[in-house]
């Protein structure tokens, strides 16, 4: 059973980077197959997709967020990762990695976790 | 980018009863188009693939049909655990895959 979990900073300052991780267990990012994704959730809102990044590293971003957003992946500890500079109060919502099936939809999410962007 | 907007924003209904929920894309996505369901505090939980296809593990109370632009979503015989919010997502080859604002469905 595919398990994901974020882990990261609950409270970022604004200006700085958000960075979060997702640990993948119970199958290989390496198997391939799969787009490894963020979506986000502002408070009291719907959903927003933010990106995707694939095993070999190609990755794919929401263009409203493209200029601050950079993904990575860690093959070895089998988990991927998000950082989003110069963040602002606006970027405060709960922050989910997830499993992209590509065409048969988001079929494993992580728990998702608050990141509160605050001096 | 794709906007996906679905109606209504919010919905009443009773224990048995049949709902619809609707989404348009404002382009043509085909049937790359996703359905959710989310509870207060959850993780989205997948329902609905490819427009009509059923997820493993969700009940058959739960149908998706539609192609092009306009797509519905269709739970018969509501149950108590049904009482959510749903989300439309198109998944077509143009990212960003956007999200509908989302439909909450209450109790009457």
């Known amino acids: 059973q595919v398990q994901l979990q974020e882990s990261g900073p609950g409270l970022v300052k604004p200006s700085q980077t958000l960075s979060l991780t997702c640990a993948v267990s119970?199958?290989?990012?390496?198997?391939?197959?799969?787009?490894w994704s963020w979506i986000r959730q502002l408070p009291g809102q719907g959903l927003e997709w933010i990106g995707y990044?694939?095993?070999?590293?190609?990755?794919n971003y929401n263009p409203s967020l493209k200029s601050r957003l950079s993904m990575s992946v860690d093959t070895s500890k089998n988990q991927f990762s998000l950082k989003l500079s110069s963040v602002t109060a606006a970027d405060t919502a709960v922050y989910y990695c997830?499993?992209?099936?590509?065409?048969?939809?988001?079929?494993?999410w992580g728990q998702g976790t608050l990141v509160t962007v605050s001096s | 980018d794709i906007q996906m907007t679905q109606s209504p924003s919010s919905l009443s209904a009773s224990v048995r009863d049949r709902v619809t929920i609707t989404c348009r894309a404002s382009?043509?996505?085909?049937?790359?188009l996703n359905w959710y369901q989310q509870k207060p505090g959850k993780a989205p939980r997948l329902l609905i693939y490819?427009?009509?296809s059923l997820q493993s593990g969700v009940p058959s109370r739960f149908s998706g049909s539609g192609s092009g632009t306009d797509f519905t979503l269709t739970i018969s015989g509501l149950q108590p655990e049904d009482f959510a919010t749903y989300y439309c997502?198109?998944?077509?080859?143009?990212?960003?895959?956007?999200f509908g604002q989302g439909t909450k469905l209450e109790i009457k």
């Open positions: 997830a499993r992209d099936t590509s065409y048969s939809g988001i079929d494993c």
């Open positions: 119970g199958e290989s990012i390496s198997s391939g197959g799969y787009y």
């Open positions: 990044i694939f095993y070999s590293g190609t990755t």
């Open positions: 382009q043509s996505i085909s049937t790359y």
């Open positions: 490819a427009a009509s």
């Open positions: 997502q198109q998944s077509s080859s143009t990212p960003p895959y956007t």
